[in-house]
């Protein structure tokens, strides 16, 4: 997060446009939904720790290859590199294992809300060192702390994938209460992956803001989602349904606040920050159904969202170059829908039995 958030706003400097951002973030999208399907299947084979390592250690390259990039198009090696997510559905299935059911949604959201702690602080550092280092100077600070992160790993202990008798009955691809979320959160992906990536651009070229203020801006992204993680996150254990709808409200109203003026973007930011604890829940509903193929369910479910969150990109790209504000309204107005939707399941969980039982909307 030194340099993400302006990331876009490189591709332009070495001669990219709002179609070659939606290309590289399609790009990016599309390789980790190649990786995930893999990646699960190893998950639930292989040891977890190991596949997290190889995945950190491949993506440490990444800012190293950007910092080299003169034109645009030399930066798909390194997002292809950044993008390889073999240890993705290792680190689901990790935490899913390592916690009961009943705590799922704590686990995932504040454990997700973890990397947000640090991005509070990374954009404001990255925004005092732009002007001195510039970009490529941020991507070389940024290698020094990927390494960090990478050697952290290293103090976790082993996990090995529980030991399972293939039963067609316990299938988790029978229950159909997997499908509901895995539909919602491959919705909700698709309509993050076509807002996120024109945030920087849209500060820039509409609200007029200079890049070490949008820079800035990115980490209350960050304090939203540690400002939500928790109580969202307590909530999502009891009251699954109403935790999902109360954050796709929060994000909905957070795009829309970005469309009022320059004095909204600090409570916008905020309440955007929701979308990723949303995804984090969506996730630990799917924890729940996914029994011991944790790593394949995983796997698929993750690539059915990326695979959206390719084509999300080129969405927004096409909306942003007739009006900046139509991926917000696009967002905002697909999040909208999915609270609603979401909102209705307990009452069609009144009427068709899902997956055998009613327990995952009723609770």
């Excluded at 919705?187 to 996120?196: D, H, K, P």
């Excluded at 193929?293 to 969202?305: D, E, H």
């Amino acid at each position: 997060m030194l340099y993400t958030f302006v990331w876009p706003n490189y591709v332009r400097d070495l001669g990219g446009g709002a179609r070659e951002v939606g290309v590289l973030s399609a790009l990016m999208s599309a390789t980790i939904a190649a990786t995930l399907l893999p990646g699960g299947w190893l998950a639930d084979r292989c040891e977890r720790k190991r596949l997290m390592v190889i995945t950190w250690g491949l993506a440490t390259l990444g800012p190293l290859l950007f910092a080299r990039a003169n034109r645009w198009v030399e930066l798909v090696p390194g997002a292809i590199l950044y993008c390889i997510f073999l240890g993705w559905p290792a680190m689901e299935a990790y935490m899913a294992d390592a916690v009961p059911p009943h705590s799922l949604a704590q686990a995932f959201t504040l454990t997700n809300a973890g990397y947000s702690l640090g991005a509070m602080i990374s954009p404001l550092v990255g925004a005092a060192l732009l002007p001195p280092l510039g970009m490529r100077g941020l991507f070389l600070v940024a290698f020094g702390f990927f390494v960090l992160s990478t050697g952290t790993l290293a103090f976790m202990q082993p996990q090995r994938p529980r030991a399972h008798k293939p039963d067609p009955k316990l299938s988790p691809w029978r229950n159909r209460q997997l499908w509901t979320w895995t539909a919602v959160l491959v919705l909700g992906s698709w309509g993050s992956a076509a807002l996120r990536p024109f945030l920087p651009t849209y500060l820039e070229d509409v609200v007029r803001l200079a890049r070490p203020w949008i820079l800035a801006t990115s980490s209350l992204l960050a304090v939203g989602e540690v400002l939500w993680a928790a109580p969202l996150g307590h909530l999502g254990d009891r009251q699954g349904p109403i935790a999902l709808v109360t954050g796709f409200v929060l994000t909905a109203v957070g795009a829309g606040s970005l469309l009022v003026g320059p004095w909204a973007v600090v409570p916008g930011m905020v309440l955007l920050g929701s979308d990723r604890v949303v995804a984090s829940l969506l996730r630990s509903e799917i924890g729940r159904c996914a029994g011991d193929r944790r790593g394949v369910v995983f796997g698929i479910t993750l690539v059915l969202a990326h695979a959206a969150q390719a084509t999300g990109p080129l969405a927004g790209s096409a909306l942003y170059t007739r009006a900046p504000a139509a991926p917000l309204l696009l967002g905002g107005a697909l999040v909208l829908t999915l609270a609603v939707i979401v909102g209705l399941l307990p009452h069609l969980a009144r009427v068709i039995r899902c997956g055998g039982s009613e327990g995952c909307f009723r609770r």
